[in-house]
C-alpha cells in the first residue's frame, strides 16, 4: 500500500470547515483512499473513501485531486467533539489485507 | 452482535505471565486484524485472518505473539512471556471482504505489564 503524509497537527476553530490534507503521491491506479478517525480512548471510526472523484456523506468531503496524489477531508461545521486523530490511508478495492496507519492529524476543535 | 466487541477492556498483568486478549467480530464478516497502539503513538499492525486462508502474520514482533480465529469467527491473541514493552491498547477490527466501507474496530484491551 502506498505512503501517506499528514500534518502533525491542526486546529479549527468551533463552527468552521476543518480541511485535514494528505499527501500519497505514489499511490497507484487502483488503491483506494480511506480516511478514519480516532476520538481519545476509543477505536478508530471509518469516515469515508474515494478512488478519484469527490465523496460526500453524512460526516464528511473528500476531495481527490485529479492527478490523485493528495487529497482532503473536509468537516463543514466542525464541533467539540470532532476532536480527534485523523488517519489518512490508501489501500486497494477489494478491503482485503492490512492496512498501514501512520501517525495521522491531531485535530484540535476549539470553541 | 451490533459491533466488534473485545474482552477485557482492561488488563493488568506481572512480567512474565502469559495473557489471552479475545475479540469477537461482527457476524459474517471474514476479515479479522489486530492491531497494536502504544501511548501516543499510530497503529502497528500485528495479523490479518482472512476466511480459511493462512493468516499473514507478518505483524507479530516475536515469536512470543501468536493468534487463532477459531469457525472463522471469534480471535484469541495470545502474548507469551510478557514484557514492558508489551503494554499497550490491542485493537481488533473486522471487515466483510469485497465491500466497501473500511474496518469496524473494537474498542480494544488495554494491556499493561508491571
Known amino acids: 500500500d502506498a505512503k501517506t503524509t499528514q500534518p502533525t497537527s491542526m486546529d479549527c476553530a468551533e463552527g468552521r470547515a476543518a480541511n485535514l490534507p494528505c499527501n500519497h503521491s505514489t499511490i497507484s491506479g487502483n488503491e483506494y483512499v480511506y480516511w478514519y478517525r480516532q476520538i481519545h480512548s476509543q477505536g478508530p471510526q471509518y469516515i469515508i473513501h474515494?478512488?478519484?472523484n469527490n465523496e460526500t456523506n453524512e460526516m464528511a468531503s473528500l476531495i481527490i485531486t485529479e492527478d490523485r496524489k493528495s487529497s482532503t477531508l473536509i468537516l463543514p461545521h466542525a464541533t467539540l467533539r470532532d476532536t480527534a486523530v485523523y488517519y489518512c490511508?490508501?489501500?486497494?478495492?477489494?478491503?482485503?489485507?492490512?492496512?498501514?496507519f501512520g501517525d495521522g492529524t491531531t485535530l484540535t476543535v476549539k470553541p | 452482535g451490533a459491533g466488534v466487541s473485545q474482552s477485557p477492556s482492561n488488563k493488568v498483568t506481572e512480567k512474565g505471565k502469559d495473557v489471552e486478549l479475545r475479540c469477537d467480530p461482527i457476524?459474517?464478516?471474514?476479515?479479522l486484524y489486530w492491531y497494536r497502539q502504544r501511548l501516543g503513538q499510530g497503529l502497528e499492525f500485528l495479523i490479518y485472518f482472512q476466511g480459511n486462508s493462512a493468516p499473514d502474520k507478518s505483524g507479530l514482533p516475536s515469536d512470543r505473539f501468536s493468534a487463532e480465529r477459531t469457525g472463522g469467527s471469534v480471535s484469541t491473541l495470545t502474548i507469551q512471556r510478557t514484557q514492558q514493552e508489551d503494554s499497550a491498547v490491542y485493537l481488533c477490527?473486522?471487515?466483510?471482504?469485497?465491500?466497501?466501507?473500511?474496518?469496524?474496530f473494537g474498542s480494544g484491551t488495554r494491556l499493561t505489564v508491571v
Open positions: 474515494g478512488l478519484k
Open positions: 477490527a473486522s471487515t466483510r471482504t469485497g465491500q466497501f466501507g473500511g474496518y469496524t
Open positions: 457476524s459474517g464478516h471474514t476479515a
Open positions: 490511508i490508501v489501500k486497494f478495492d477489494t478491503n482485503a489485507g492490512k492496512s498501514t
